[in-house]
């Protein structure tokens, strides 16, 4: 736990493929965020970039307790 080495607050960036960043990018930040009993700040990028490249984005806030704040 990241909590017990002094963390209170995780930031993670991502570019999620925008199939799988709607499959589990919320689910795995309220997992983080309860696994660790920390804050999770997260910013996706989100977007087409060419043709082949699309990511899913949704940024957000998860207190300890995996509850979505902002």
């Not at 017990?4 to 965020?33: D, M, N, Y």
């Amino acid at each position: 736990c990241l909590r017990r080495k002094g963390a209170k607050i995780l930031l993670v960036p991502s570019a999620f493929s925008e199939q799988t960043g709607q499959a589990h990018w919320e689910c795995l930040l309220r997992c983080r965020a309860i696994e660790n009993q920390c804050y999770v700040i997260a910013a996706a990028q989100t977007g087409s970039h060419s043709a082949t490249r699309k990511t899913y984005g949704h940024s957000m806030v998860v207190d300890p307790w995996g509850t979505i704040v902002a």
